[in-house]
């Protein structure tokens, strides 16, 4: 029986990641908020759809938004940072009156009572005004100046709850609010100094308000003059290794960012081919913009990880190691699997349990950090020697032979690492059939037209794909450990689709994917995200 909690492996891992070197005087951190509780499931390397360079930094944004932002409720901010960053703090409101926000001169003194969450809540009803009042305080940080920053939630009676954030000063006088959105479901909350990132859930485009939040939204406020400044949209970007030619205005130079031509400068970034790089970048909108300019400025906020791209080229498959002049192979060298990825986390496989965890490198200087672990029990498992060595690691290089070399600390050896292809050769020789998807209620869908649904995946991590109305094309990523996305947005030939058509739904399962797997008859199945369904393919007959 296996345990899929995570436990750490290896305390010196973290250690060589806190003695590491800086890889840029920009690098604040190459591990994002996450970083100390790495991911049970292998995260997915860099999308490559589109031409192989062009799209290597792009990531699966499933995996992606889970490593960069950290989960529900977490509101510790690991990045290493030269200036102290702020937490949540406990806050006692018992007995303070508070303004609601959104209402019209709505005062509440709050009881003690409390939600199922152990939040301070009140009801309030004054003749015109009536709701219930939550103030989630385990998310309440505090700036610089000893003010502090809480959200809180507003019912009306309405279809959900209205988010805001309220700005008191020490004293719980309230100084401002900024309204996050409907249904908003919150994620974590820091302060900088007087900067304040906050990052939630809120309902995406068409979504109901009965739904649940689904577009992870990540803002910087800056306080002034006791009040919030206009929000910063945060983004990330991953950014690939060389320019590539583009035409806008005129034929100029582009960044490669999430697999797609960027036309914009990112103010403060400064570029050096041949990295791969992960950015949190300032979005602001530009109030009139020029007719052939873009709509929004672009600012650089941090380097998430700066890394070269021939370490993100292949995945890695451990095949000896010589530590202490002793020699070391795997009996099973195919079972112990390595996945960089752009964001500085790595995910792998070992003969016995799945491993994940963070990285930081610095030109040839490397090391492993926060490695954790499925818990599976194996004997005879040479896992242990593995993780053990993955924590030694000092530095890197490739060698002539393509073989990923790391050396160990102490001089005491190395590691030898062998270049892995995504898939083997088959799959990209084969057109795959849709045969229908099956969903874990039960529920299937068929092809009406049994022909008409047919994917071609290449090597260089594009992919093209016949409906019943249009053709698609784009990018995949795929890894070593069975995770699987295809990027979006897809390029279509948009012919208007007949009623009957099925490609909407199709391009939708498509985009929700999120695994694959080969099946005893060669096919190939891929899995949809949360686990909700399967769809299924098939060798299409050679004519």
């Given at each position: 029986m296996t345990d899929t909690s995570n436990t750490p492996v290896n305390n010196q891992a973290q250690t060589s990641v806190n003695n590491a070197p800086a890889a840029n005087s920009n690098v604040q951190s190459a591990v994002p908020e996450a970083a100390n509780s790495a991911p049970q499931t292998p995260v997915p390397e860099e999308k490559k759809g589109g031409g192989f360079w062009r799209v290597i930094g792009a990531i699966i944004f499933i995996g992606l938004l889970f490593l960069f932002f950290s989960n529900r409720n977490t509101n510790e901010d690991t990045s290493s940072q030269e200036n102290a960053t702020t937490t949540a703090q406990t806050v006692s409101f018992e007995g303070e009156t508070v303004t609601v926000p959104g209402e019209d001169d709505v005062s509440v003194q709050i009881n003690g009572n409390k939600t199922d969450e152990g939040y301070p809540v009140v009801s309030y009803d004054d003749g015109v005004n009536r709701g219930t009042f939550v103030i989630m305080s385990d998310f309440a940080a505090f700036l610089e100046d000893n003010s502090f920053v809480v959200p809180a939630a507003i019912n009306n009676g309405g279809s959900g709850e209205e988010v805001y954030l309220v700005l008191f000063d020490e004293d719980f006088t309230q100084q401002d609010t900024y309204k996050l959105g409907h249904n908003v479901d919150m994620q974590t909350l820091v302060t900088e100094g007087m900067d304040v990132t906050v990052t939630y859930l809120a309902l995406g485009k068409g979504q109901a308000a009965s739904e649940t939040p689904e577009d992870k939204i990540r803002l910087q406020l800056s306080v002034k003059n006791d009040g919030f400044e206009d929000p910063i949209n945060l983004e990330l970007f991953v950014v690939g290794p060389e320019y590539v030619d583009c035409v806008g205005v005129s034929e100029q130079q582009c960044l490669v960012v999430n697999g797609n031509n960027f036309y914009s400068d990112i103010d403060g970034f400064k570029y050096e081919e041949g990295n791969v790089y992960a950015l949190e970048v300032g979005r602001t909108e530009i109030e009139n913009p020029p007719a052939d300019g873009g709509a929004y400025e672009y600012e650089l906020v941090r380097i998430i990880n700066e890394v070269s791209a021939e370490l993100l080229a292949h995945n890695w498959q451990w095949v000896s190691s010589d530590v202490d002049g002793e020699a070391i192979t795997p009996a099973d060298s195919e079972q112990f699997k390595l996945v960089l990825t752009a964001v500085g986390y790595f995910a792998g496989t070992t003969d016995c349990n799945n491993i994940s965890g963070s990285y930081v490198t610095d030109y040839s200087n490397f090391a492993f950090g926060n490695i954790a672990s499925t818990r599976k029990f194996c004997e005879n498992s040479q896992e242990h020697v593995y993780t053990a060595q993955l924590g030694e690691v000092k530095s890197y290089e490739i060698g002539e032979d393509g073989n990923l070399v790391f050396e160990l600390a102490d001089n005491s050896g190395?590691?030898?690492?062998?270049?892995?292809?995504?898939?083997?050769?088959?799959?990209?020789?084969?057109?795959?059939?849709?045969?229908?998807?099956?969903?874990?209620?039960?529920?299937?869908?068929?092809?009406?037209?049994?022909?008409?649904?047919?994917?071609?995946?290449?090597?260089?991590?594009?992919?093209?794909?016949?409906?019943?109305?249009?053709?698609?094309?784009?990018?995949?990523?795929?890894?070593?450990?069975?995770?699987?996305?295809?990027?979006?947005?897809?390029?279509?030939?948009?012919?208007?689709?007949?009623?009957?058509?099925?490609?909407?739904?199709?391009?939708?399962?498509?985009?929700?994917?999120?695994?694959?797997?080969?099946?005893?008859?060669?096919?190939?199945?891929?899995?949809?995200?949360?686990?909700?369904?399967?769809?299924?393919?098939?060798?299409?007959?050679?004519?």
């Open positions: 190395e590691m030898v690492f062998a270049p892995l292809p995504k898939f083997d050769v088959g799959v990209f020789d084969n057109n795959w059939k849709w045969t229908g998807t099956e969903y874990t209620n039960g529920y299937k869908l068929n092809p009406i037209a049994q022909e008409a649904f047919v994917l071609k995946l290449e090597k260089d991590g594009s992919f093209g794909v016949t409906t019943d109305c249009n053709t698609n094309r784009g990018g995949y990523d795929a890894t070593i450990t069975g995770a699987m996305d295809f990027v979006e947005p897809f390029i279509s030939t948009k012919k208007a689709c007949p009623a009957i058509s099925q490609e909407s739904k199709f391009v939708k399962m498509m985009s929700d994917v999120t695994s694959y797997s080969f099946t005893d008859d060669g096919g190939i199945d891929f899995g949809l995200k949360d686990n909700t369904g399967t769809m299924h393919f098939v060798q299409q007959e050679q004519e």
